[in-house]
């Protein structure tokens, strides 16, 4: 898969936590589930233990941007 990301001055602690996550191949062997509303869902339960282990499980704070809105398979962190 191959994902456009928002620009780092945009969204930076979400960008550089998902791009930690990725370098130490956390996401490896997780679902991707398209949702009925265009959301694409990726559930981690069965390498939790990996992302907490790495203390990458969780965003500190939430970042939005209006200039790089939600909208149909858009990806974000949720919570």
């Known amino acids: ?3 456009k990301m928002a620009p780092l001055g945009m969204m930076p602690h979400a960008k550089q936590l998902f791009m930690e996550q990725v370098h130490h191949g956390l996401w490896d062997g997780c679902n991707f589930q398209s949702h009925s509303d265009g959301r694409i869902l990726v ?3 069965t390498n939790l ?3 907490k ?4 499980d969780s965003v500190s704070f939430q ?3 209006e200039n790089f809105p939600h ?3 858009s ?3 949720e919570g």
């Open 43 to 45: 559930n981690p339960t």
């Open 75 to 77: 990806i974000g962190f």
């Open 71 to 73: 909208y149909k398979d």
């Open 1 to 3: 898969l191959t994902f």
């Open 63 to 65: 970042e939005y941007d």
């Open 53 to 56: 282990n790495a203390e990458l």
């Open 49 to 51: 233990q990996k992302f």
